[in-house]
């Protein structure tokens, strides 16, 4: 395996989360629009619901970036987002320059802070231990886990 392709978040209202993921953390639309779910119509109860709004959103530069697929059914996505350490995928994190900076700004947006900015040991992120990091953690409008961290030099 080369890296991580993308990561896919289920959404219950995509203009809301457009604000947030595009217009608040900046990261850029490439593509908006109906896609079949990939043959897999038996994911839903009802076969015929086998489209869904799909937004994909890059963030960084280059192969150091990626892409974000957030996804809505028709009629709404259901079920509510898992909490840390539950089964499943209960967060992802992005690399970035000034968090504190993206902090405030998150902030003063109203976003639910789990985290603010604070300390942490390279060592938990399968480094060498004994450099600083940051990290904050905070929800995305529908409940998601988000996390930030930088390095400090």
């Known amino acids: 395996m080369n890296g991580v392709s993308h990561v896919a978040i ?14 608040l953390l900046g990261l850029e639309v490439r593509f908006d629009g109906t896609q ?22 890059h963030y960084g530069q280059g192969a150091t970036g990626g892409f974000l697929v957030l996804s809505e059914r028709p009629g709404g996505t259901p079920g509510e987002a898992i909490k840390l350490d539950q089964v499943g995928i209960s967060h992802f994190s992005w690399w970035v320059d000034d968090i504190r900076a993206l902090h405030a700004k998150l902030k003063a947006a109203g976003v639910k802070i789990l985290v603010p900015p604070a300390e942490t040991d390279s060592g938990g992120y399968g480094e060498k231990p004994g450099r600083k990091f940051l990290t904050c953690l905070f929800e995305d409008p529908d409940g998601i886990i988000l996390q930030l961290d930088q390095r400090v030099e």
Do not use: C, I, N
């Not at 289920?10 to 217009?23: A, I, P, Q, T």
């Not at 897999?40 to 799909?54: E, H, I, V």
């Open 10 to 23: 289920g959404v219950r209202d995509m203009e809301r989360s457009l604000k947030f993921y595009r217009d």
């Open 36 to 57: 079949p779910t990939g043959g897999m119509p038996s994911l839903y109860a009802d076969p015929a619901k086998g489209q869904r709004r799909a937004a994909h959103l």
